[in-house]
């Protein structure tokens, strides 16, 4: 039943970060400016997490602080790179390039423990055939934008740096002030990219219908979920279960934005998925 439980939390939690693009996306094409929705975002999630942590006896030590604080920059350049993305690529597409974690994160592994697993990099290299088809690049008609596919592969690789920062930044301290700090650096990053744009694009009424839904949806709720989820059924279940982000966002591309993929790129999506059940298949919790 926990195990159930925890599976649910963590679907749940990935389902949440799956809506965030087509939001962000609809937001703006009806002339919301990135800099509102990902100031709103941080603002709102700041705000709720500053009130829920207080309720936590653990706090961080001064250099966890820090560490959290520093580490927390890359989550501020996952949210930019990832929207401003948005502004040139589809949903589709934006969400297939920060994938681009999985074998991201399992280079970084392999630098860090220096030791190869054939697994994990078959599963990595299986991970970029699957973007290959997903992304449709051997469609000669297909037209892809260098400065969507840009900041589509930074933003992968400040998610690479946030799930390592996730699971080994200060792991002692309490997860709601550990999230805390993370947004709080985060928050540093939004401010020091988009400055004066937040100003300039300011609406108390945007600022509100946008940033209070991003804040939950990418902000509050899935920390929350997967750190009630993740203890109860391990790392490798909840890598896989995680990847139920990808199936949400482009559902959430073709209901709300109109957004289709065809067979080739469902392949690669199916590809991707593979690979990650591959990497994550029976690996210790």
């Not at 087509?22 to 509102?36: E, Q, T, W």
């Not at 602080?65 to 597409?93: D, E, N, Q």
């Not at 290299?125 to 008609?141: E, K, P, Q, R, Y």
């Not at 947004?183 to 020091?192: H, R």
Request: with cysteine; glycine share 10%.
């Amino acid at each position: 039943m926990e195990k159930l439980k925890g599976s649910l939390y963590v679907g749940l939690a990935a389902a949440s970060y799956g809506v965030l693009a087509s939001i962000v996306k609809y937001a703006n094409i009806h002339g919301v400016h990135m800099s509102l929705l990902t100031g709103g975002q941080f603002f709102f999630g700041l705000l709720l997490l500053f009130f829920l942590q207080r309720r936590e006896k653990t706090s961080p030590s001064l250099k966890d602080k820090r560490s959290l604080l520093l580490y927390g920059l890359s989550f501020g350049a996952t949210s930019i790179f990832y929207y401003v993305s948005l502004l040139y690529i589809p949903v589709s597409l934006a969400i297939i390039l920060l994938m681009q974690a999985i074998w991201m994160g399992v280079v970084l592994e392999i630098i860090q423990h220096k030791k190869l697993e054939v697994k994990k990099i078959f599963g990595a290299l299986l991970a970029i055939l699957g973007t290959l088809f997903a992304a449709d690049i051997f469609d000669v008609s297909t037209r892809l934008d260098a400065k969507g596919i840009l900041f589509g592969v930074l933003a992968a690789m400040s998610y690479t740096c946030n799930m390592y920062a996730s699971n080994k930044v200060a792991p002692h301290a309490g997860n709601l002030k550990r999230s805390f700090y993370f947004i709080l650096g985060g928050s540093i990053t939004v401010i020091s990219y988009w400055n004066l744009d937040l100003i300039h694009y300011f609406s108390v009424q945007d600022f509100l219908i946008w940033g209070i839904p991003l804040a939950l949806f990418g902000t509050i709720i899935p920390p929350i979920l997967f750190t009630m989820g993740m203890p109860k059924i391990g790392t490798g279940l909840g890598g896989i279960i995680s990847s139920f982000e990808i199936p949400v966002s482009l559902a959430c591309a073709y209901f709300i934005l109109g957004e289709k993929l065809n067979l080739l790129q469902w392949l690669g999506v199916l590809i991707i998925l593979f690979s990650i059940l591959l990497i994550n298949l029976n690996k210790k919790a």
